[in-house]
């Protein structure tokens, strides 16, 4: 938008906004103190409806006494409407009249001279250029004599509904083609879990197996995990007594002691469990591990860089996904916090919270921490494979008790005593490598595949936005000589303008009364909160200081001001902006 020097089409005018406009039309909220304003049947429009290209309807709904005590006004259908603070480039055209409030402005033209659609494209197209030029702290906002200077290339009008239909035409269908990408990562998933399945359904081995009739069954591996288990646990509590400083007899007393200590894990009860193939058995994620803990329960001090900390939304399709890490900390924290728990290659990462059920073998020696809500699983290495087992935690086997177990109403969690309780279906050690390299080169290509769709996926937004751009550079449909040039049109809707102005000067002398726009300045918001002591949000500070739709620029001016000076404090709680003076 900016590039003023860059040469127009023939026949085509660069021109203001407020040029193109017959009028602009701000909002307000009426007082919220008043619930009754809010039971009503009048949609009231905020950014927050503005979330899709055609609204239907709105959260909000004002009573008629609410729109004739307030500055929010009645928007015709089929207007644009754009966010110029909250929400700042967004743009919608409602299909049904609505009140807005202070953060939104209506663009009103005259129809027959100007194709709104292409209006409405150009301002989707520049929506990041209209969201850097805001000023503004904690939001930003642009002022409505900013929005009317902003610059369009305007072309003749005939060449404005040429440019509009070739972009629906061509947005159709790149619409068809990501609907259809959009459906394939759903099946990409439904093809994973069918392969997970049939592994551990023993399936995809079945011809392995009648080769190699006479491997060691299940059971047998089972007891040596067992077996394996236990000296583990003895070797650990063994260091724990010398570190204490337990030597000669009384470390073996003390160790005799300890070892009376040890648990052995509960059996699984296969009651409901389904028939495993000839050589298969059961077990429980307790008996195939050394231990199952938690990540770090008290949220370190964070930095800019350093030791990696994951999230659970860093862990996808059993991988994590390093890119999209967002938080560090330091060395000295890693070693404080994760103690003698630090994840090393070979051991298994599982989200028991919100998006619960997903595994993760670890296959970095590098430093890392993670979150509380992510269980902390080493296998029994060297007796059982951690990839068979982090492949059987992400498979329908144990998301159905993931499900079963997950307990909770806002955020369903997997607590550990579950996750230890978890039935694992267990394959003769050979048996479980052979199906480990089959798992990881099928499920390569399925994880590749979602790869490549979420790139198309981005190509077809890239290919919308090239669109735009081709679009209002003049060079995606033929131009026809024939054309009115915009030079002439434009002399037009100003000549409209005017006629519209001087009957507007007349209807207000027959009346008797001066048209005039309110201006009215409102009261010092910063005096308005000092003297509330509490809280508020912007619509409740405007309504308060007696603003109307002539001051809504006045008003954010004075908010601009004050927070400058540190007389008001601007703070976010979500979505929603609280204000506050600074005593």
């Not at 049904?96 to 409030?101: E, G, L, R, V, W």
């Not at 751009?469 to 040039?485: C, H, K, Y």
């Not at 102005?501 to 409102?522: D, F, L, N, V, W």
């Not at 509330?532 to 739709?549: H, I, N």
Request: proline share 5%; hydrophobic share 35%.
């Amino acid at each position: 938008m900016g590039d003023r020097n860059r040469k127009l089409p023939v026949g085509w005018v660069e021109v203001s906004l407020g040029e193109l406009t017959s009028r602009i039309v701000g909002g307000g909220t009426p007082s919220k103190s008043n619930i009754g304003f809010f039971s009503g049947e009048i949609p009231f429009m905020t950014v927050k409806d503005m979330n899709i290209e055609r609204p239907t309807d709105t959260k909000d709904h004002i009573t008629k006494e609410a729109l004739e005590n307030s500055s929010a006004n009645l928007i015709d259908p089929d207007t644009l409407i754009v966010a110029t603070r909250i929400g700042l480039g967004k743009i919608v055209r409602a299909l049904f009249p609505t009140a807005i409030n202070q953060d939104l402005k209506a663009l009103y033209f005259h129809d027959e001279l100007i194709d709104k659609n292409f209006i409405e494209q150009w301002y989707r197209n520049n929506e990041k250029f209209i969201q850097q030029i805001g000023k503004g702290t904690t939001v930003k906002g642009i002022r409505l004599e900013v929005l009317k200077s902003l610059r369009i290339p305007f072309p003749p009008l005939n060449e404005q509904k040429r440019i509009v239909a070739k972009i629906q035409e061509l947005q159709a269908r790149t619409r068809r083609a990501r609907e259809a990408l959009e459906n394939i990562p759903d099946l990409l998933e439904q093809l994973r879990q069918s392969i997970l399945a049939a592994a551990f359904r023993g399936d995809l081995t079945k011809h392995w197996r009648e080769e190699h009739p006479d491997v060691e069954p299940a059971s047998e591996l089972l007891k040596r995990i067992r077996a394996e288990r236990r000296k583990l646990w003895e070797e650990a509590e063994l260091e724990k007594l010398k570190a204490k400083g337990f030597t000669g007899d009384k470390l073996d007393t003390e160790f005799s002691k300890r070892r009376k200590q040890y648990n052995e894990p509960a059996p699984v009860d296969t009651t409901d469990l389904t028939e495993l193939p000839d050589g298969w058995c059961w077990g429980s994620a307790e008996e195939l591990s050394e231990w199952v803990t938690d990540g770090t329960h008290q949220p370190p001090p964070f930095t800019d860089k350093g030791v990696p900390f994951l999230v659970i939304s860093n862990m996808v399709n059993g991988l994590i996904e390093w890119n999209s890490v967002q938080k560090w900390v330091t060395p000295e924290v890693y070693e404080m916090f994760t103690g003698a728990f630090k994840p090393k290659k070979g051991d298994i990462i599982y989200s028991t919270v919100g998006s619960y059920g997903v595994a993760v073998e670890i296959t970095t020696g590098d430093k890392f921490m993670f979150q509380r809500h992510i269980a902390h699983i080493r296998p029994i290495s060297e007796l059982f494979s951690g990839t068979y087992f982090a492949f059987c935690l992400n498979s329908p086997i144990c998301r159905k008790q993931a499900d079963k177990y997950a307990r909770g109403v806002a955020q369903k969690t997997i607590n550990l005593a579950d996750l230890r309780h978890f039935a694992i279906p267990i394959a003769p050690f050979s048996e479980q490598l052979q199906l480990v390299v089959i798992l990881k080169k099928t499920l390569e290509t399925v994880t590749e595949r979602q790869r490549r769709t979420k790139m198309l996926l981005g190509e077809m937004e890239h290919l919308n936005r090239s669109i735009l751009s081709i679009a209002f550079r003049g060079n995606l449909v033929p131009q026809d000589p024939n054309d009115e040039p915009a030079w002439m049109l434009l002399e037009r809707i100003r000549e409209e303008k005017a006629r519209q102005a001087t009957m507007e000067k007349k209807k207000g002398r027959q009346k008797g009364t001066k048209m005039k726009i309110s201006k009215t300045k409102g009261r010092d918001i910063a005096t308005i909160l000092q003297e509330a002591d509490r809280t508020m949000t912007p619509e409740e500070l405007f309504s308060l200081g007696g603003f109307d739709e002539g001051s809504v620029d006045t008003f954010y001016d004075q908010l601009r001001d004050s927070v400058f000076a540190k007389k008001v404090r601007e703070t976010r709680k979500g979505n929603e902006v609280l204000l506050e003076a600074i005593k």
